[in-house]
C-alpha cells in the first residue's frame, strides 16, 4: 500500500500543468474608439427599463428619512448606501431635491486623481471661505472641527460617491473623513460599491486575503479591510439597501476597456479636470513643465527637466519664491499623478509629465491653464 502511495504522488508530481496562451487580447476584432462605442451604447435600449424606474423612485421615498436621520444630531447618524447598481444619479437627485439651499460638498471618490486634500480645500475654502493654508490635512480637520463647534446652526453635507472607491481606501484618508463624520453638523451621505465590503466589515472577522493566509490575524490591518471597529463608532452608519441596476457609466469611465482603441481622451479628461482644482500660480507651473516638454519632443536622450533649472524657470516667471514652495506644489502634483520623478545617474531630479506629446499639446490648446 504504501508504494502505490508513493508512485501516485510521484505520478501527480511529474505532471505538467499546462496554461492556454488564447487571452481577449489576441482577438482579432477592430477597436472602436471611445465616442462611438458610447452611441452605439446609448442606441440600445435597456430591458425592464420601466421596471427600473419604478424600484429607483421607491429608493426616492427615502430621501426625507435620510434627512432626517442625519439630522439627529444627538445620535449622529451617517447613511450608506449600498447595492448592485451605480448610485451616482440617486445622490445627484437627493442634493437637487433636499440640498438646495444648504451648504454640501459632492465628492466623487472613483476619480483616479481625487486626494483627501482636494476634499478639505473644498469644505475650507468654498464652504468655510477660509483662503489661509494649512501645514498638513490634520490641521485642516482641526480647523473644520473648530469653525463648526463655534457655529452649530451651520451644517454641512458631505456627499460621497463610492466611499470606497481606490483612492479613498488609504486608512489616513477614511481617519480624517471619519473626525468629519463625527462632528455634530456634519452630515456625511455616502455609497459603497465594493463587492466586498460589507463581508470585510464584521467584527471579529479571520481574513483571508493573501497576506494572512499564514497568520490568520483576526484584527487584520491589511488594505482590504477599510473601517476597523474604531472608524465604524466614528461614522456611525445607518445602511440602506438601494439596488438601482443602473450601469456604472461614470464609475468605469476611467478604466481601460479592451472594447476601446486606446487614445489620448481619457489623459486629457483626467489632466483637464485636476489642473482646474488648483490653484492659478500651480496651473503656471504645470504649463511651464510641460512647454519645457514639448520643446524637447524631438530629443531621444530628454529624460525630464531637472529640478534647479526648473526653480530657476519658476522664479524667473514669478511664480515661486523659494524651492521649499516648489517642492510643497510637486508633491501636489505627485499625489494627482501629473507628475513623476527620476533620479539619473548623475544623481540629478529630474521631473517629466507622464503624459504623450500628442495629448499635452491638446491640453494646452484646449485649456487655459494660465
Not at 425592464?48 to 434627512?67: G, P, R, S, T, V
Not at 470606497?164 to 486608512?171: E, F, I, K, Q
Not at 483576526?218 to 445602511?239: G, P, R, T, Y
Request: net charge negative; with cysteine.
Amino acid at each position: 500500500m504504501c508504494d502505490l502511495v508513493e508512485e501516485y504522488f510521484e505520478a501527480h508530481s511529474n505532471s505538467k500543468v499546462l496554461t492556454s496562451d488564447r487571452t481577449l487580447q489576441k482577438l482579432h476584432t477592430p477597436q472602436l474608439d471611445r465616442e462611438t462605442l458610447l452611441r452605439l451604447l446609448s442606441e440600445n435600449t435597456p430591458r425592464y427599463a420601466e421596471e427600473i424606474h419604478q424600484l429607483n423612485a421607491k429608493h426616492e421615498k427615502n430621501f426625507d428619512q435620510w434627512m432626517m436621520q442625519m439630522q439627529l444630531s444627538v445620535m449622529g447618524f451617517n447613511i450608506v448606501i449600498y447595492g448592485l447598481g451605480s448610485k451616482k444619479i440617486l445622490l445627484q437627485k437627493f442634493c437637487s431635491s433636499l440640498l438646495s439651499d444648504c451648504d454640501h460638498v459632492v465628492v466623487n471618490g472613483f476619480f483616479p486623481s481625487i486626494t483627501l486634500k482636494a476634499i478639505l480645500n473644498s469644505i475650507t475654502a468654498d464652504v468655510l471661505q477660509h483662503e489661509g493654508s494649512f501645514r498638513n490635512p490634520g490641521d485642516q480637520v482641526d480647523f473644520i472641527a473648530n469653525t463648526l463647534r463655534e457655529d452649530p446652526s451651520n451644517h454641512v453635507f458631505l456627499i460621497v460617491n463610492n466611499i470606497d472607491g481606490p483612492m479613498l481606501r488609504g486608512d489616513r484618508t477614511q481617519h480624517a473623513l471619519g473626525q468629519l463624520a463625527a462632528l455634530p453638523n456634519m452630515h456625511l451621505l455616502a455609497s459603497i460599491d465594493h463587492i466586498n465590503a460589507p463581508l470585510k466589515l464584521r467584527k471579529n472577522v479571520t481574513c483571508n486575503c493573501y497576506k494572512c493566509q499564514n497568520c490568520k490575524n483576526v484584527s487584520c490591518n491589511c488594505e482590504e479591510i477599510i473601517w476597523d471597529q474604531a472608524k465604524m463608532s466614528m461614522f456611525n452608519w445607518l445602511w440602506y439597501e438601494t439596488t438601482t441596476y443602473l450601469p456604472y457609466a461614470e464609475e468605469t469611465s476611467y478604466e481601460n476597456s479592451l472594447l476601446v482603441r486606446q487614445t489620448g481622451a481619457l489623459a486629457l479628461s483626467s489632466l483637464t479636470h485636476v489642473l482646474r482644482s488648483l490653484t492659478p500660480n500651480a496651473r503656471g507651473i504645470f504649463r511651464l513643465l510641460a512647454e519645457f516638454q514639448l520643446e524637447n519632443k524631438d530629443n531621444p536622450a530628454y529624460t525630464g527637466l531637472s529640478f534647479q533649472d526648473f526653480y530657476q524657470r519658476c522664479r524667473e516667471s514669478f511664480l515661486v519664491n523659494s524651492d521649499i514652495t516648489l517642492r510643497t506644489q510637486l508633491t501636489e502634483f505627485r499625489d494627482h499623478k501629473l507628475i513623476r520623478t527620476k533620479k539619473g545617474t548623475d544623481g540629478v531630479e529630474y521631473l517629466l509629465i507622464p503624459v504623450d506629446n500628442g495629448t499635452l499639446t491638446d491640453f494646452l490648446e484646449k485649456n487655459d491653464v494660465e
